[in-house]
């Protein structure tokens, strides 16, 4: 039997994303962490959340908070300045496959988009948030959990946000 798990982005973290819907002063992405100084104030870091979900089954989420005090971030003129933000949050689908004939206790993990057709053979299942998008009439960029464990990217050539989005079904 197949355990189903959700490390999802939690209230906390969907209420500091919901600002990135006002006028951005500045932004970077640092440390694996991106993080948005707010031109009404504070600042909204997003940042990766890791948990070992069950024995051999390690999970990340991309999770937001709001900093009261303003972090300095540099002055960064966007499309985001004065326009108007939609914020769209994405899950991904991580599941668990034993794979005994690769050694005793192994297995391996496998990640892809909601809707995919997980295996018999998975032990454990997890959906999580993957991704945010930011649009708005003049432009858009894609933050996601990136390759390198723990940090996020930002994807901000438009040909790749399409593809994402088109991906996500979000075109």
């Known amino acids: 039997m197949r355990h189903d798990y959700s490390f999802v ?95 005793p206790e192994h297995s391996i993990q496998y990640s892809g988009i909601p809707g995919i057709a997980i295996p018999d053979a998975a032990v454990a299942k997890c959906d999580f948030t993957d991704a945010i998008a930011v649009t708005n009439a003049e432009a858009a960029l894609i933050v996601r959990l990136a390759l390198r464990p723990g940090w996020l990217e930002v994807l901000e050539d438009r040909t790749e946000v399409e593809e994402f989005l088109a991906l996500r079904g979000f075109a």
């Not at 500091?16 to 504070?42: K, S």
């Not at 070992?52 to 999970?59: A, D, K, L, M, R």
């Open 9 to 103: 982005a939690d209230t906390d973290s969907l209420d500091a994303l919901r600002r990135l819907r006002r006028g951005w002063a500045g932004w970077e992405l640092a440390e694996g962490e991106f993080r948005v100084r707010l031109r009404a104030g504070g600042t909204v870091r997003c940042h990766v959340d890791r948990a070992e979900i069950e024995s051999g089954f390690e999970v990340s989420c991309l999770v937001a908070d709001f900093l009261e005090e303003q972090e300095t971030l540099p002055a960064r003129d966007s499309a985001f300045t004065s326009h108007p933000n939609e914020v769209a949050v994405f899950r991904g689908v991580t599941w668990l496959e034993r794979r005994p004939d690769l050694g």
